[in-house]
């Protein structure tokens, strides 16, 4: 089955809520799905390894229940993203569960792997693999991926450089598979542009951060409500990998946002004896902007969809 077959008749707005680290639990993934989006969530927030059985078992069972009560509106499907990266211990772990749940839709960061796609390919899973250029792009598909995350400038978290003009353009030159597009994305007004510049779905990520059913501390909630593109910075130090962060968490943990020194890439870490990122330091992409209070996960895809119509009338009357 391919991917927009998968979707077809099920999601309100054609995106994918973005997995987060510590942020994204079962109860934000169920609020997702049963909204019209696809939720999703990292399989390292179930802790310990074993909860993600329970999890897995917990998001399939709510989503059944639901599609039984509701056939008119059935859910869209979920996904689980795994860190294929060789400092994940897990990895193997997690893969088998998820593969044990049959799991629809898996997203692969931080490597590509074709033993972990054959795995997902084995019951009939679809795998997308989140990458920041066309080099990483087409190893991803060699590997034996589905579909790519084009995750460029200004996306919240680990994030690349590119423009997502220039990122979709030189992808689709070659690829026409399934391609969802990352970074500033958070009113339906941008879902529609992500599309006409190429891409299939946008991929969603600080907006829903600023949810009632989101995992996230009340003050990084307020300070998602509070900030604009300008209170983001982008800086590898603390996994590594260059990601964006909010510059007040930056501030509050002691540390001068405008003076942060380099880390080695080869360093990969998901935390310091200082500060951890995540937890002490708040993930956010310059397109926070947009969200101006905490909502249910409900009322935040309702105002997405609306937007994101609202936007096609106005091109059909331009």
Not at 283 to 309: D, F, H, K
Request: with cysteine; proline share 5%; aromatic share 6%.
């Amino acid at each position: 089955m391919s991917l927009l077959t998968l979707l077809q008749g099920r999601l309100t707005v054609p995106l994918v809520a973005a997995p987060l680290f510590i942020i994204s639990t079962p109860a934000l993934v169920i609020a997702q799905c049963k909204a019209g989006v696809v939720g999703s969530f990292p399989a390292l927030n179930a802790r310990p390894a074993e909860l993600l059985d329970e999890w897995l078992h917990q998001i399939v069972t709510s989503l059944k229940d639901h599609d039984a009560a509701h056939p008119e509106r059935p859910s869209a499907p979920f996904a689980v993203n795994l860190i294929v990266h060789q400092s994940n211990e897990r990895l193997q772990q997690d893969l088998a569960l998820c593969v044990k749940h049959k799991v629809p839709l898996i997203i692969t960061s931080l490597g590509a792997r074709q033993d972990v796609n054959d795995a997902i390919h084995s019951y009939g899973g679809i795998v997308l693999h989140d990458v920041i250029n066309n080099r990483f792009a087409h190893k991803a598909i060699e590997k034996g991926a589905d579909g790519l995350v084009a995750v460029a400038a200004g996306a919240g978290g680990h994030a690349g450089t590119l423009s997502p003009f220039a990122l979709l353009q030189e992808i689709r030159q070659w690829f026409d598979g399934p391609l969802l597009l990352s970074g500033s994305i958070s009113n339906g007004g941008a879902v529609l542009a992500a599309q006409a510049a190429g891409a299939d779905l946008a991929y969603v990520g600080s907006a829903f951060i600023a949810t009632s059913e989101a995992n996230a501390a009340q003050a990084y909630k307020e300070m998602i409500v509070q900030s604009g593109a300008e209170d983001i910075i982008y800086s590898n130090l603390f996994t590594g990998v260059h990601g964006n962060y909010l510059r007040q968490s930056v501030v509050n943990a002691g540390l001068d946002p405008d003076n942060l020194p380099q880390s080695d890439p080869s360093a990969m870490n998901f935390g310091s004896n200082r500060v951890k990122p995540w937890k002490d330091i708040w993930g956010a992409g310059q397109g926070i902007g947009a969200i101006n209070q905490i909502v249910p996960t409900s009322a935040l895809v309702a105002r997405l969809a609306q937007e994101y119509q609202a936007a096609r009338e106005r091109l059909l009357h331009t």
